[in-house]
Structure formats: structure tokens, C-alpha cells
């Protein structure tokens, strides 16, 4: 008889995100990779992801009681919003396992990781967090608890002490991302349609925002963006492929799968592997609009004859000043190149947008709102994005230095800040109309959906709806916008609900039409 494996369990909690987010489930491939990486070195794992059936955490508790206490929970919390339900399935998991069987409960991922003190204290019953990237420390540190050595020690940690909090110092990077194994996918078993697959770390670009660069910490060129090689990369899709065969869809989770337009020689070796795989599968990625217009369009040719569907180009906005603000570089005039070029060789665009910044005045708003539409079929949602303040980003650092800023009561994992009285406005109607007009707000993301299935299969008549829905977007958010003006200053909450209350209903037979003939197409 062989000799029993500690265990680990590592859950992805019930946290959905906004009411585009929670309808397209994903794998966290971050677990996946934790899993493995715990495998290969002796551990027994499994995984729990409650946003996929919303499962409760005394139901998942149940699950894992019946196999038996683990050696250590880890729990991947990407915001604040599923600290309760951590909380709640921490407390269910040690109350069972008083004494010292008690399971260490560790927290990762980007909210712990940028907020440990606010971590811990959400999530009290919680012993640690780890920082960053985890494959190394998670396994030190649950090595460490197994053995029951002093597992406050764990390079790359944080965890309660005199007070307050410990923090240990950073893990160095893994440097060669091959050697990591295979991640544990778990799409088939959620009934999911696509793999998440990762072929990088890191990202060149330092937009001030973002958060994926204090969340790495990158501490030389060097780790700045770390590759897998094409041959392991298309390695792990024929792993998959050959397990799951019913699942041909892949979405790369990198912040930007090209690296730098000096990087377009590693595609065009991805290309040659993937084709030579004679793997029929495909695709998505995320990209800039300076790798677009840079890399060789035959390159960008190769990439969609052998699988690329679709593009997610993190353009942001179409004022140069704000541009600048967030580091961006760039001009709006490469971001429509950068749309035609892909749009041209019958590749999908989506982008990122954001409407209300720091830096965002009344002037910017017609001017960004027409650039959103005329650059592609844009989403509603994306006409009403705000840029969220995030702890340890410079956009917090650089707002902080000429407006005042507070936590978000309505976004609690971020913080908001000052805007002119008009914009708050916008902002606010926004708000109001996803938060208490919301079945309004989906039949415009349904209409969206709708129309992009048609588009694949028809684009003569679907275009035609794809237009007037793109036209409808932009028509309901300038009507939006002038009601924000017209509003003024000091506006009550109870004005502000009127006015989102009377913009629905004013919309409400433009959508109900184009509602009814998209339907008569189907």
C-alpha cells in the first residue's frame, strides 16, 4: 500500500463580476496551473470553481468534508467580491478541523495580492496570502504546513503578525515558463466551450492603470514579459485536444500574446507549429494596436489561416491626453488602422474603452463616444466603462495628486474619484441603469449576441442589423449625456433615477423593433 498524499484543495469562489462578466464562464487557469505544479511534486489536488453552478460555500465545504480535510485550501480571489463567500467556507472547513488537522487557508491572487491587510481582514479565518505569481511559494509554503515547519518563513508571502501584517520578501520569477507542467483544465468537466491557455507572463507596456505590473513586479527587462516556446505551446493544445476532443476553442489569457513587434519571428513559429500539428481549433487573443500595424500582415494573414478568430485590442480612448495620462502611446489614427487591418482579413475586433477617467473632460465625451462607434460593432456597456483606481497602480498615485479620491461603494474592489459636476452625471446615470433598469441594459448585450451569431452565418442582411444597433448605441448614449448635462450640478439621487427611469422608457420601442426583426431572421 502506498504511501498517502497530502492534499490540496483550491476553489475559484462564486464572484461573477458585472452583467456581461457573469455570462461568460471561463476557466481560472491560475488554479489550473497551481494544481498541476502541486501534482508533479507529490500532492493530491482538486479543484472547485462555484461560479459555474453558484454553487454555495457549505455546499462545496460538503463536497470537500466528504473526501476529507485537506492539508491546505487555497482560495483565488481576483476582487473583493468573493471575500464573504471565502469567508463563510473558512470557517465551515476549520470548524471541522479543529486541533491540528486544522487546514492552513491561503488566499492569492490579484485583490490579496495588492491588498493583503484588506484580505485578511475581510477574510479573518485566512492564515496567509500569496504574493503574485504562486507555483513556488503555494508548494513551499504547503510543504512547510505538511511537515509542520515554521511555514511563516515562505518567501513570497504575507500573513497576520504584532498587529498587523508580515511581508515576506518576493519570489524570484520563473524565468522559463516550460518548465512549468501542463495546467489541470477543467472546462469539459463545467460543460464549458473554450479552453483558457497561457502563452506568456508579464507585459512590455506600463499603462498606468493596470494592475498586472505591481501584481508581478517586475524587476528587470528581463521578467518583464516571459515566453513559453511555441513547441510547448501547441504542445498543451494537442495534450487537450486528445482529452477533450468536443473542445476547439482556445482564448489566450496573456496580457499581450505578441510581446513587442520584435517578438513577430516567435509567431511566425507558433504558426508553423500549429499548422504542423494539423490541430483544427480555434482561437483568441489580446493584442495592442502597435503590434498590429507593425507585425507584417501577412503574419496576421498566417495567424487567421491557422485558427485567430478574434482580437482584443486594449485601445482605451481617442483623447491623445488622456492617452498620454494612461501611458498608452499611440494615436487614434493607428488604432483604426489597427481595426481595418484585422477587420480586413476577416478577423474579429473587440476593445477596451473607457469613458470616464480621472482626466476626462465634458468636451472628450461626443468626441470619444463617435470614435467608439466608428471603429466597430462596440458593445453598449463599453459607452459607459469608468477606469477604476486600483491600489499599488500609478493612476491612483497620479489622481491623488490633483483630485480627491474614496473607496467605491459601488465597485468595492477599487476607488473612485472627482469628475466636473457633468461627467458625474454621465457617471451616475450609468450606473443607475445597469444597477436598477438591468433587463434593459441585457436585451441590448443580447441584441449584440444576437447579431454577431447572424454575422457568421449571414452578412447581408445581419449587417444591416449590425449597423442599426451600432447606431443605436451611440444614439442612447448621447441622450444619455444630455440628459447628464441638463441636470447640472448638486443633482438628488431621486433626479438622477428619474432620468435613467425616463431614458429606458424612451428607448424601450426602438429596442422592442429591433428586437422583433432580428428575431423574424433567425
Not at 519570489?171 to 497561457?198: M, N, V
Not at 487537450?240 to 505578441?258: E, G, H, M, S, V
Request: contains cysteine; negative net charge.
Amino acid at each position: 500500500m502506498g504511501v498517502e498524499r497530502p492534499r490540496a484543495t483550491l476553489i475559484h469562489p462564486d464572484s461573477r463580476g458585472n452583467y456581461v462578466q457573469s455570462t461568460i464562464p471561463r476557466e481560472n487557469l491560475g488554479i489550473g496551473y497551481l494544481s498541476s505544479y502541486l501534482q508533479a511534486n507529490g500532492f493530491e489536488t482538486e479543484i472547485y470553481d462555484a461560479r459555474m453552478d453558484r454553487d454555495t460555500p457549505e455546499a462545496i465545504a460538503q463536497e470537500i468534508l466528504e473526501r476529507g480535510l485537506p492539508a491546505i485550501v487555497g482560495l483565488s480571489l481576483i476582487t473583493v467580491e468573493g471575500a464573504s463567500w471565502s469567508e463563510d467556507l473558512a470557517t465551515i472547513v476549520k470548524k471541522e478541523g479543529r486541533g491540528k488537522n486544522t487546514p492552513h487557508v491561503t488566499l492569492g491572487n490579484y485583490f490579496p495580492t495588492l491588498q493583503p491587510e484588506r484580505a485578511l481582514t475581510t477574510i479573518p479565518s485566512a492564515d496567509s496570502v500569496v504574493r503574485g505569481e504562486g507555483e513556488l511559494t503555494l508548494l513551499d509554503l504547503a510543504t512547510g504546513v505538511v511537515s509542520g515547519k515554521d511555514w511563516q518563513n515562505t518567501q513570497g508571502i504575507i500573513y497576520r503578525a504584532d498587529q498587523g501584517v508580515r511581508i515576506n520578501p518576493r519570489r524570484d520569477k520563473i524565468r522559463d515558463l516550460d518548465q512549468l507542467p501542463y495546467p489541470e483544465h477543467y472546462a469539459a468537466r463545467y460543460k464549458l466551450t473554450e479552453f483558457a491557455i497561457e502563452g506568456s507572463r508579464g507585459c512590455y507596456c506600463r499603462c498606468s492603470f493596470c494592475a498586472l505590473d505591481p501584481f508581478t513586479d517586475a524587476d528587470s527587462p528581463s521578467t518583464r514579459w516571459r515566453a513559453r516556446t511555441p513547441i510547448s505551446i501547441v504542445g498543451e493544445i494537442k495534450d487537450t485536444r486528445a482529452k477533450y476532443p468536443n473542445i476547439d476553442l482556445y482564448r489566450f489569457i496573456d496580457a499581450d500574446f505578441i510581446g513587442a513587434p520584435r517578438h513577430a519571428d516567435r509567431v511566425k513559429e507558433f504558426v508553423r507549429e500549429l499548422r504542423d500539428s494539423r490541430q483544427n481549433i480555434g482561437f483568441i487573443i489580446d493584442s495592442r494596436s502597435k503590434e498590429v500595424v507593425n507585425v507584417p500582415k501577412d503574419v496576421w494573414q498566417d495567424l487567421r489561416d491557422v485558427g485567430l478568430k478574434e482580437v482584443y485590442l486594449g485601445i482605451e480612448t481617442a483623447i491623445p491626453e488622456i492617452k498620454r495620462m494612461m501611458r498608452k502611446g499611440g494615436r487614434v489614427e493607428d488604432d483604426k488602422r489597427a481595426v481595418d487591418t484585422l477587420t480586413d482579413l476577416g478577423i474579429n475586433v473587440r476593445f477596451g474603452w473607457m469613458m470616464v477617467t480621472p482626466w476626462t473632460r465634458e468636451e472628450d465625451v461626443e468626441q470619444n463616444a463617435q470614435v467608439l462607434h466608428d471603429l466597430g460593432f462596440a458593445r453598449l456597456d463599453k459607452y459607459f466603462q469608468e477606469m477604476n483606481l486600483i491600489p499599488g497602480t500609478d493612476a491612483m498615485e497620479l489622481t491623488k495628486k490633483t483630485a480627491q479620491i474614496w473607496p467605491d461603494a459601488g465597485n468595492p474592489d477599487y476607488f473612485t474619484y472627482e469628475v466636473p459636476a457633468r461627467i458625474d452625471n454621465l457617471r451616475r446615470i450609468g450606473r443607475t441603469l445597469t444597477r436598477e433598469h438591468l433587463p434593459f441594459m441585457e436585451r441590448f448585450m443580447f441584441l449584440h449576441r444576437q447579431v454577431e451569431k447572424q454575422l457568421e452565418r449571414d452578412t447581408t442582411f445581419s449587417g444591416a442589423f449590425r449597423d442599426r444597433l451600432n447606431d443605436l448605441n451611440l444614439y442612447f448614449f448621447l441622450s444619455v449625456f444630455t440628459a447628464a448635462k441638463e441636470l447640472g450640478e448638486g443633482v438628488s439621487a431621486e433626479g438622477i433615477n428619474d432620468a435613467a427611469a425616463n431614458l429606458a422608457k424612451s428607448f424601450e420601442h426602438e429596442v422592442l423593433q429591433l428586437e422583433r426583426e432580428i428575431g423574424e431572421q433567425k
